[in-house]
Structure formats: structure tokens, C-alpha cells
């Protein structure tokens, strides 16, 4: 019999009492016992036909929301040569996370991560002229990635499925313009899978600019963190800038002073040691965060105009005592440099950084006097200021002598910085960048990112269109990922109970799970009944056809499978006709004539 519906009898699938051992997340064990996915390997899965039929749902509210922005699908091959990947240095940036093969002939290739460098060539291919543009193309395909670990069934996989898109646009203004389609889109499409999402600024572009953006779906089991504002707005760690703390007024504060600090060479003992020998005249104690403590950090730059080969420069920065240095954070601000802790033979070369003492004073703008910055005549290493330390703040730091510490050296009045850094970890209730108030700290799962590429590729691969005026110029670009297959999984992680999955009802399998109970065939027949009416309609439906189930496993699988209406035709239907419908979580029962049982579901279906 060839019908839309899915009859239980001969479904290819087997439910599971208990959940699979290796099962780290409630998806990964539903998804599994309901039947809608396999494991092949660590990261790696089988689509089963449950698993498959929401995943083809998904699939097509992004080919429609894609068709909405003028989104052109095509697709490309997952294995890939060597060569375009090594002209942007992805096939070594990517280090041990892409799988490389070879050919028979010992040709390298890559299976893709994603695929950047194919639609930049392709266009390259196709176009050359400012008249082409603008286009946007996407795809939804397969991608690869070896992660470290693998987790969390579909949400980290090793094989995994992706929505890319790409824009290109013959100015920035129109990369801008395709970014916000692509972002609304992206908003209309989890609207539509009913996904609670947060749009994450993921870097700190000019003026909190959208440089790119992650949509993160807030759950615990996340590994992302974002710090959301009271204004709902919110950005990821990286990203976090500190607002200008409100200058102090220092004209009350006392004249710095140097005195002997023995012994004090770490925040605990300089805590300690003030305490005892120098109470405060404001009554309250020392505390860490009364410290500056100066960190010396090295910056890795790679050859510039001035040096023909990779140079180290050693730099400090001043950071309040209470927090630590984030070398994540620290580093973005050094980029492309790189940075490292510095080491016991960088603090040797440098004798004006006496361990345990390094103070401003003999640093940055303080210790260059009047020599020009970089001259030849500088020999100052550079102080940077984190962006928490208030102008007229008053601290308790070293004075670059062993033994001796600083006592109200005020930051504005007795020292400068050479740059103000985001160099420390963030916090709970630290200001947020819009100024709103107090940040929080939350989890989720990035599910999508938008992307302004601007030329990174189209410079690196020799994408150009002649403009206007006949010149080639280069191609501005964007790109914009949805993690498909990890979707899937955040939908059923948001949407399930003890009992089994609950899907939304526009990407469940089936709209309806009619279930037939009981050995007389009045029960069976009128379920055939229903069901051709129901396709009649247009809805999608699960049957429960199995001859010597027990209706309690029938109705156990049919909370697992997780359609969101459930109508039961046993012992009620033989006696007196009437059909049991209820919601996916056992509310809005009723009983009603099988007459009006296709009106009732339609009404909840719709
Ligand atoms: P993550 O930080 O989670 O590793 P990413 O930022 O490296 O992700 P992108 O390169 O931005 O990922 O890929 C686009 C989208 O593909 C992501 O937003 C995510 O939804 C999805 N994705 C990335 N890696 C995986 C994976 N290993 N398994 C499933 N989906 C993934
Ligand atoms: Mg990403």
C-alpha cells in the first residue's frame, strides 16, 4: 500500500528501553532510543527514517528563508584538493581538526570543513564583472572536522551537516546590506523551528560593530559563554569590551611614597605585610584589589618594515590585583602578534624588571622622557594599562627596587600608559559594553554564525570584477554557516520530558500518532479510516499498526517517537466509537465521535 504514512509495522525501526551507555547528552540518548539516528563511530552518525524526515523539514525552512533573501542553492563535492587550501594557509591552520587523504597517486586532499576557497574559485570561475554582482550561494552538505572530542551526539560530530552560504558584493556597503538578509533570515528560520536563540557579537569590531555574530542557543550542556547585558544585548568573551571607568577625583589623595615593602613579592604577602605595617587611614584593610600588579608579557610580531625576520618585544601590563590576565583576551589585542608568558631569561635582559617589584614607573611613557616612541634613543619597554583601571585611581604597586613598593601612585597623575588593553578575565557583574548595567554569564550552543569576510579570500584566491570604471577590483565577501544537523539536536534538547522527545509540530515526522489498540479489528479498521482521511488533508501521520503490542508499549513508543498529537482507537472506539485524542505531553484530552476526530486534529495540527 503506497501511502505518506508511516506504519509501525514495517517502519524500519526499534525503540529502546534504556539509554545507549556512551550517551553524554538527553538528545543523544533520545534521539537514539527513539530511533531517529545511530552511532557508525565517535562523531559519526546513521540517519534512520524518523531522523531523516526531520531532518528533510529543516532542511527545506532553510531552502525557503534562502529563497527569501534570493539565496541561490548549488552544491559542492566534501573532498576537496589540496591547492586552494594551501593558497589561504587553512590546510596547516586547520592542524589535526581537518581529515587529509591521499589518492592513489599520492595527491593530497582534504575532506571539507567547510568551503570558503571553492565558492571564492567558483565565482572567480563564472564571473568578472560588476554587473554580475551582487550574488549570494549556499549549500547544504556534509562537512568534516576532526574534533578532539567529539560529544554530545549530533551537537559535535566529526561528520556533520551544514547550511554555508556566501555573498559577494562589489562594495562593503553591499556586504553589509547582504549580512543583515542572511541575519534576518537567520532569525526567521529558528522562529520558525521554535529555537530560542541569541544573537552573540563575536568580535569586537569598531563602534561594537557586527563584524560577525553567533547565534547561540542558551542551554546548559553549551560549551560556548556569553555575557549578556541588561539590554538583552550580548557578546562572547572574546569580544567583551570594558566602558571607560568614571574618572576618580584625586586631589585629596596624598603624594605617592616609596617605602620598604620586604619580602613581598607576590599580592598575598604585599596584602599581608601592609596590613600590619601600614593600616590605611580610610579604616578599611588592604586588599588585592589595591594592588597594580605589572605582568610581563612577550609579543611574538612577525616581520614588518623595520625587522626582517619574527621579533619578540617584551611588554608590561598593569592589572588590577584582584583579577587575572586572560591570554586569550590580552592576545586580540596584540594581533596578528602573538603572546606568551615571558621567561626567566626575557626578565634577565631586562634589569629594569626587578621580580617581584616591576612597577610603572620604569616603563612606558614615564621612562621614555622626551625620546621619540620606537626611536633609536627609546629603550623604555611599552606599559599598557588594562581597561579596568580608572583615571585618578590611587594604587599599591612596585617601585623597581627589591624590597620597595610604591603607596598611592595615581594612575593620570604620577603614571601613563601606552595603551589602554583588555587584559583580564571578565566577571559577573562587570560593566557591559553598552553600558546598561551588570553582565551575566550564560552557556549555549552555537548554532549559527554570520560572517564579514571583507577580502580576506577574494586578495588570498585573486577574486576580482572590473567595476564601473574597467578597473579590477576585489570582491567583498561574507559568509554565513547554520549547524543543520546540530539544530536538530538543539531542538529535541529544548523540546522533550523524561518520557521521550516532543518535537515542534512544523519538524516532527508526523503531525498525528494514531494508535490502535486491542485485538478486535473494529479498532484497526476504523484507524484505516481516519488515517485516509487525514491524508486526505494533508497531515502527516504515524500509525501504530502492530498486531500483539501491548497497548502500554504502544503508547510508552509513541511518547518516545515524540509526535505532538496522539489519537487512540481501543477498548472506547469498539464500544461506543469514540476516538481519544490528546497532546504529546497527555494534555487537552478528549473524547470525541470518529465523525468529528479529523476536524479536532486538524484544529491542533494547524
Ligand atoms: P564550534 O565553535 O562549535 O566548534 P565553529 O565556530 O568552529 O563551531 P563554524 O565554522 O562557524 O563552527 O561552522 C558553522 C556552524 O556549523 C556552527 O555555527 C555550528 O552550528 C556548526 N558546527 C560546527 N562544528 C560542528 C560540529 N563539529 N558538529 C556539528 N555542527 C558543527
Ligand atoms: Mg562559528
Not at 178 to 207: C, H, T
Not at 418 to 445: I, Y
Not at 516 to 525: I, L, P, V
Request: net charge negative; glycine share 8%.
Amino acid at each position: 500500500m503506497s501511502s505518506n504514512t508511516l506504519r509501525m509495522s514495517t517502519l524500519f525501526l526499534r525503540t529502546l528501553r534504556e539509554d545507549p551507555a556512551d550517551a553524554d547528552v538527553d538528545s543523544a540518548k533520545l534521539l537514539q532510543r527513539a530511533g531517529y539516528i545511530r552511532k557508525a563511530a565517535p562523531g559519526i552518525w546513521t540517519w534512520l527514517p524518523l531522523g531523516l524526515r526531520v531532518l528533510n523539514k529543516i532542511e527545506e525552512i532553510i531552502r525557503e528563508e534562502m529563497a527569501s533573501i534570493d539565496a541561490q542553492e548549488v552544491h559542492f563535492p566534501a573532498l576537496l584538493p589540496r591547492e586552494p587550501y594551501e593558497a589561504t594557509h587553512r590546510w596547516e591552520e586547520y592542524g589535526d581538526n581537518i581529515f587529509r587523504v591521499k589518492d592513489r597517486h599520492q595527491a593530497d586532499y582534504l575532506l571539507a570543513p567547510t568551503h570558503e576557497e571553492m565558492f571564492t574559485l567558483l565565482v572567480k570561475d563564472m564571473y568578472s564583472s560588476y554587473k554580475d554582482l551582487p550574488v549570494t550561494l549556499y549549500q547544504i552538505q556534509t562537512k568534516y572536522r576532526d574534533e578532539f572530542r567529539p560529544r554530545a551526539g549530533l551537537i559535535r560530530g566529526r561528520e556533520f551537516i551544514m547550511k554555508d552560504a556566501y555573498s559577494f558584493t562589489i562594495d562593503e556597503e553591499g556586504m553589509r546590506k547582504a549580512y543583515m538578509d542572511e541575519r534576518g533570515a537567520y532569525e526567521r528560520i529558528f522562529n520558525r523551528l521554535d529555537l530560542k536563540y541569541v544573537p552573540v557579537f563575536a568580535m569586537s569590531g569598531p563602534m561594537g560593530g557586527s563584524a560577525s555574530e553567533e547565534f547561540l542557543a542558551p542551554m546548559a550542556i553549551g560549551e560556548d559563554t556569553f555575557a549578556l547585558a541588561p539590554s538583552g544585548k550580548a557578546w562572547n568573551v572574546e569580544a567583551l569590551t570594558t566602558p571607560e571607568p568614571a574618572e576618580i577625583d584625586c586631589s585629596a589623595t596624598p603624594a605617592a611614597t616609596k617605602r620598604p615593602t620586604p619580602d613581598a613579592g607576590t599580592i598575598e604577602r604585599m596584602v599581608e605585610f601592609a596590613n600590619a605595617t601600614y593600616p590605611r587611614e580610610d579604616g578599611r584593610a588592604w586588599e588585592a584589589a589595591d594592588v597594580l600588579k605589572n605582568v610581563v608579557v612577550a609579543v611574538k610580531h612577525a616581520e614588518d618594515d623595520a625587522h626582517d625576520k619574527p621579533w619578540r618585544e617584551l611588554v608590561v601590563v598593569g592589572v588590577p590585583g584582584d583579577r587575572t590576565v586572560d591570554m586569550k583576551r590580552l592576545e586580540a589585542q596584540f594581533a596578528p602578534a602573538e603572546i606568551e608568558e615571558a621567561t626567566e631569561e626575557d626578565l634577565k635582559a631586562h634589569p629594569e624588571l626587578v621580580k617581584g617589584y616591576i612597577g610603572p614607573m620604569a616603563l612606558g611613557p614615564q621612562a621614555r622622557g622626551d625620546a621619540e616612541i620606537g626611536s633609536a634613543e627609546d629603550t623604555a619597554i611599552r606599559y599598557f594599562i588594562d581597561a579596568h583601571v580608572a583615571k585618578g585611581s590611587a594604587w599599591y604597586t612596585g617601585a623597581d627596587e627589591a624590597g620597595v613598593d610604591y603607596y598611592d601612585l595615581v594612575y593620570g597623575r604620577d603614571f601613563a600608559a601606552d595603551g589602554v588593553v583588555e587584559a583580564v578575565e571578565v566577571r559577573h557583574g562587570d560593566m557591559s559594553p553598552d553600558g546598561s548595567g551588570p553582565l551575566s554569564f550564560e552557556r549555549g550552543v552555537e548554532i549559527g554564525q554570520v560572517f564579514q569576510l571583507g577580502l580576506k579570500y577574494s586578495k588570498a584566491l585573486g577574486l576580482t570584477v572590473l567595476d564601473q570604471n574597467g578597473k579590477a577590483v576585489p570582491v567583498w565577501m561574507g559568509c554565513y554557516g547554520i549547524g543543520v544537523s546540530r539544530v536538530l539536536a538543539c531542538i529535541a534538547e529544548t523540546h522533550h520530558d523524561e518520557a521521550g522527545l516532543a518535537w515542534p509540530s512544523v519538524v516532527a515526522p508526523a503531525q498525528v500518532h494514531v494508535v490502535a489498540t486491542g485485538k478486535d479489528e473494529k479498532a484497526f479498521e476504523g484507524a484505516e479510516r481516519l488515517i485516509a482521511e487525514l491524508e486526505e488533508a494533508g497531515i502527516e501521520v504515524i500509525y501504530d499498526d502492530r498486531k500483539k503490542v501491548s497497548p502500554g508499549v504502544k503508547f510508552k513508543d509513541a511518547e518516545l517517537v515524540g509526535v505532538p498529537v496522539i489519537a487512540v482507537l481501543g477498548r472506547d472506539f469498539v464500544n461506543d466509537g469514540t476516538i481519544e485524542i490528546r497532546d504529546r505531553d497527555g494534555g487537552n484530552m478528549v473524547a470525541v465521535p470518529a465523525s468529528e476526530a479529523l476536524a479536532e486534529l486538524a484544529k491542533r495540527v494547524a
